[in-house]
């Protein structure tokens, strides 16, 4: 059970004792006013390069966490977004990409979003990249400001989805649903990280489950992910198999335990596992299968 | 082990050796015995004393009682709290046996009305420091979360001790995490004390008898956790008639019956308890069923069942038997057919032997077994995944009490611990065997301990109490340990003023694995390992103890200073699930607890209770090691149960004999606790909404507001009922003023409810209980 699980619960025992009317004793849950200290704010780097794909990256700053974005720093600008967000956008960051040739490709700040996956980007290449499993690629990226962010990152190598499968349950009506089986086999000598994702429909959408899984207990045997009972008749369902490495699982465990800590009393938190050095953020190569089914 | 701490046992074990050595002269015999209720039960605690040599004692966890008397004609008196005192002409002519037996007092409440001064008297002159006795009657009448009393809960209401949070039956003492303290129930170890998350502990307040906390100054025969001992005894059933009793509450209700064996030569003791809130979740299930945005609350109960046996197999021998079962059960079933079923729950069991070789020797050898164990299935279709996790001890133990003169008792014993820790079991399977994978990380562990200890009674003024425990354990071909010297000492001013000191080093071989700062079911138990060292404490007591108003007061003042290494933390994100590899989890720092703890006890008259305050300090320190940086890059930080002030009043009050009133209250400074500085924004890898990613600076640097709460609470004594026995209702009020006490805070975003636009960033601060009223109805008959 998880904390917000565990609140409920407890909250439902308080309800049970407080059936007499004494429910009307206020919320427990209020706003208040936290005086944190300063916080210096640091270059985010983000940036997944796949082969035969023009490369782009996204640069924006880290803010204090109860800013509400009335400013920006001096030398950076403020994108709004579509639901009311905004993030701090430095303007003056220069980013080099260093491929396996040794050769530097110049990333030049054109700011916009890429059609296939609908992601925002700062920074875009001047040709698609070749990444074969086991080149190397480095990163550099400077601001005016002192600050400078450098990462390397090595290609993985392709691990094929074996199968996908699904099943529906007994149901006949609107509860009628099906789970989903993604099935591969896991390579005996190396220690290996995934990245499973399902998604409905264009994969550019919400994914409907997100799983980062490493071999420890399967190493070198074919492994399946099942999800639960939740896809509905006619859905499309896109399974993609990243094979990742260590340091972009360590990264995505990290976020995920920085995100869970923030309301969650028993949850240890995490600070960011970066895969880049001088600031925040993630550089790394995407490698991955696809395989896509109707369910009917 | 330092050089300087072998020195320091060697002179505590001379110490040990030399001191029985002095003896007087005079002809004196030992009169012992045993101190029980009308009903048969035993009763630890009572004073037996010849008030006209200024000589007494008090009776041991089982009853029992030694005095060593000069010969010829001495007058006993015996009292204890709630029973009438009585008084004994005894004639000494060589070493006896005499057996108390106390009526009730009329007042079945009245245990504050009749309490003799003299337990007061008896704690100004023990040598032992650091210990809390707490009887189940007054955990009874104290006010109580959901009206569940919680006896650790009430010792949460004494100096030195902290909650785990609100609600929690968790226990910090002097600096110390949970995992720390020896809970032990019969003297056979209980791994995890408390049900749901620790909100309600695991005793059930029918079956307990009474609870003694040691906070420093560790008697030798305890060992093996770092910060203290938190020693439960069950209560005996009643050896002269059947009874019945029980209460009726708003989550559990409680049943227990009790009973003579063979006419008296013995009695048992069977009691159970089972919350029904999963009826109150099942209820609101159904009324939001079909609501869109509703998830429903998982069906939840515990239960738990006690039993205890005695038997006197004759003049000097005694048969004990103490089981304990107690199950956590969480169960979800989706209506498209996933099923999740979660259990989780300690069981044990001790048989002991006692033999009274004569009233200088008494033997007691115990063999016990206990557990702990955690199962998580969840399935669908063909495909099923499980996780478990279990600790399994069996343990045989003797201890010998040597009573050789007035001036010595001495005590000796063994143990033997058997552990196997199933540490990590997973499977995930199929029924087509498409799916088949998993891990069982088992291991094995010896833990040894031999003690002896001496409590010396130098003259009138100054006592001692030695002792030595050499401790060991071994896990596969790796062996660890050590000497543990104890010793403490009292020294008498006056017949009012004493001071006391004391020093303790402790040895822990199992630790907790957890990172939650709280207690989950999920916790693992792990062994002392090549790369797990075992933790270690000392710590160094002092205090004068002051008796007041004409010895109806204790007011006692106490200093302490505790520091340890190699204790365990985690690093940051440790994978503490489903991890064959957990060594490589672990962290090993320092850490540091001292303070002081004023304590002012009244227990005799119509108004009792305690006023506590501590002012305290817990500091940790993990050091950068295993590719890490550390913990906070090595630098000193507070853990999160570290409270710099913590004031504690507890008053109960006899209104009439019908009526008893009481209030308890508690104020703590804000608990340490870490929230995020800063965020940046990440959109991964397609585009599903841009996720605010808190960046959080060093551990706990941040505290939450400071705790208090009062609770209030009234036992109204009804008239019998034509059955006969004893009823009462039990009205507790817990949070009377409503107080919104800080549980967590979270950062969330804020919006604009037209537009469900984003419009900033807030802090939240949640809260876990309002003030809550509860109603439990007891019975005894």
């Given at each position: 059970m998880d904390s917000l699980g565990f609140v409920r619960l407890t909250r439902a025992l308080g309800a049970a004792t407080l059936l007499g009317g004494l429910a009307g004793c206020g919320s427990l849950q209020k706003d208040i006013d936290v005086p944190l200290p300063a916080y210096a704010n640091e270059l985010v780097v983000e940036c997944y390069l796949e082969n035969g794909r023009v490369p782009r990256l996204t640069v924006t700053e880290s803010v204090p966490y109860l800013d509400n974005s009335q400013a920006a720093a001096a030398g950076s600008y403020l994108l709004k977004l579509s639901n009311g967000q905004s993030v701090q956008l430095p303007a003056d960051v220069a980013v080099k990409l260093v491929l396996p040739s040794g050769r530097t490709m110049n990333m030049a700040f054109k700011p916009g979003m890429d059609e296939t996956t609908g992601k925002y980007y700062t920074h875009i290449g001047t040709a698609p990249i070749t990444a074969r499993a086991g080149q190397q690629f480095a990163l550099d990226a400077q601001d005016q400001r002192g600050r400078h962010v450098t990462g390397t990152a090595v290609v993985p190598t392709f691990i094929p989805i074996d199968s996908v499968k699904y099943k529906f349950n007994a149901e006949s009506d609107t509860s009628r649903r099906a789970y989903f089986m993604t099935k591969w086999t896991d390579p005996a000598a190396t220690t290996d990280y995934y990245r499973l994702m399902l998604h409905k429909g264009r994969p550019s959408n919400n994914s409907e489950t997100d799983n980062d899984i490493r071999d420890r207990l399967f190493n070198g045997q074919p492994y399946a992910q099942v999800t639960r009972y939740r896809f509905r008749p006619n859905d499309t369902v896109t399974a993609t198999l990243y094979h990742v490495d260590s340091l972009y699982f360590d990264f995505r465990q990290s976020v995920r335990n920085a995100r869970n800590a923030n309301g969650n009393p028993f949850s240890q938190p995490s600070g960011i596992h970066s895969t880049v050095q001088g600031g925040v953020g993630v550089f790394t190569v995407l490698v991955k299968d696809q395989k896509r089914l109707i369910l009917r | 082990m330092s050089r300087i701490a072998l020195r320091n046992s060697v002179l505590i074990s001379l110490l040990v050796v030399l001191l029985p050595g002095l003896s007087l002269g005079q002809v004196r015999y030992l009169l012992s015995g045993i101190v029980r209720a009308a009903d048969g039960t035993a009763l630890p605690g009572a004073t037996v004393a010849v008030p006209a040599i200024g000589l007494g004692t008090a009776t041991e966890a089982d009853g029992t009682y030694q005095l060593n008397l000069p010969a010829g004609p001495q007058q006993v008196v015996v009292s204890f709290v709630g029973y009438t005192s009585q008084t004994a002409d005894v004639k000494l002519t060589h070493n006896q046996r005499y057996n108390f037996t106390l009526a009730a007092s009329q007042s079945e409440l009245g245990e504050v009305m009749v309490r003799g001064q003299q337990s007061l008297k008896e704690k100004l002159t023990t040598t032992q420091m650091g210990v809390e006795h707490l009887s189940i009657r007054e955990a009874k009448l104290l006010p109580a979360l959901f009206g569940e009393v919680d006896i650790l809960k009430t010792l949460q209401l004494k100096p030195g001790v902290q909650s785990g949070?609100?609600?929690?039956?968790?226990l910090f003492v002097r600096?110390?995490?949970?995992?720390?303290n020896l809970v032990a129930l019969d003297n056979v170890l209980v791994y995890n004390p408390n049900h749901l998350f620790g909100l309600f502990s695991v005793f059930n307040s029918d079956a307990v008898q009474s609870v003694d906390l040691y906070k420093?100054?560790?008697?030798?025969?305890?060992?093996?956790?770092l910060s203290s001992v938190v020693d439960v005894k069950l209560r005996e059933g009643d050896r002269q008639k059947f009874t019945t009793s029980g209460g009726i509450g708003l989550i559990s209700s409680r049943l227990s019956f009790e009973g003579p064996i063979n006419k008296g030569k013995g009695s048992f003791l069977v009691s159970g308890r089972r919350t029904y809130f999963d009826i109150f979740t099942r209820a609101l299930n159904r009324a939001n069923a079909g609501k869109e945005d509703y998830s429903p609350i998982p069906d939840y109960y515990f239960y738990d069942f006690n039993a205890k046996a005695n038997y006197t197999l004759g003049e000097k021998d005694q048969l004990f038997f103490t089981g304990y079962l107690g199950r956590d059960i969480f169960g979800f079933t989706s209506p498209n057919g996933f099923k999740s079923n979660f259990t989780w729950g300690n069981t044990l069991g001790v048989l002991r032997w006692q033999h009274v070789f004569s009233p200088k020797l008494t033997l007691n050898t115990s063999a016990a077994v206990t557990t702990y164990k955690y199962d998580l299935n969840n399935s669908i279709d063909q495909f099923s995944f499980n996780l478990g996790s279990t600790i399994l001890d069996f343990t045989q133990r003797a201890d010998l009490d040597y009573v050789p003169n007035e001036r010595h008792t001495i005590k000796v014993g063994a143990m033997l611990t058997e552990h196997q820790f199933g540490v990590g079991r997973l499977q995930r399977s199929s029924q087509d065997n498409s799916v088949n994978f998993g891990a069982d990380v088992n291991y094995v562990g010896q833990e040894a301990g031999l003690y002896a200890s001496d409590n010396f009674k130098a003259s009138e003024k100054l006592q001692l109490e030695g002792g030595l425990r050499l401790s060991g354990f071994r896990s596969g071909s790796d062996a660890y340990g050590g000497i543990e010297p104890r010793a403490s000492a009292r020294y008498s001013l006056s017949d009012k003023v004493a001071l006391k000191g004391s020093y303790a080093l402790m040895y822990q071989y199992v630790h907790l694995v957890s990172n939650s700062g709280a207690s989950l079911p999920t916790d693992i138990w792990y062994p002392s390992r090549l790369s797990v060292r075992p933790e270690r404490s000392q710590q160094v007591s002092t205090g004068v103890s002051y008796l007041l108003g004409d010895g109806k007061y204790l007011l006692t003042n106490e200093v302490y200073y505790k520091w340890a290494r190699n204790v365990i933390d985690f690093k940051d994100g440790a994978q503490i699930f489903a991890n064959n590899d957990l060594d490589s989890q672990f962290l090993f720092g320092r850490g540091w607890a001292y303070g002081n703890e004023l304590y002012l006890e009244k227990k005799t008259g119509k108004t009792t209770g305690w006023v506590g305050y501590t002012l305290a300090w817990t500091k940790r320190n993990f050091p950068p090691q295993l590719g890490t940086t550390g913990i906070n890059n090595g630098k000193d930080f507070y853990p999160n149960y570290d409270r710099r002030h913590n004031l504690n009043v507890v008053v109960l009050h006899q209104?009439?004999?019908?009526i008893d009133l009481t209030a308890s209250f508690v104020y703590t400074s804000g608990a340490p606790t870490t929230l995020p500085l800063g965020r940046f924004a990440l959109q991964d890898i397609y585009q599903g909404g841009i996720q605010a990613v808190p960046i959080y600076p060093d551990r706990n640097t941040y505290r939450l507001i400071p705790y208090h709460r009062l609770d209030l609470g009234m036992v109204y004594k009804l008239r019998p009922s034509r059955m006969g026995g004893n009823r009462d209702l039990t009205f507790s009020i817990y949070n009377a003023y409503n107080r919104r006490n800080a549980y967590f805070i979270y950062f969330d975003q804020t919006r604009d409810k037209a537009t469900d636009k984003v419009t900033g960033y807030a802090a939240r601060q949640v809260s876990l209980f309002p003030l809550i009223p509860s109603l439990t109805y007891n019975f005894r008959f």
């Open positions: - | 949070g609100e609600g929690s039956s968790g600096g110390g995490s949970s995992d720390q420093a100054g560790f008697p030798a025969q305890f060992g093996g956790r209104l009439n004999t019908r």
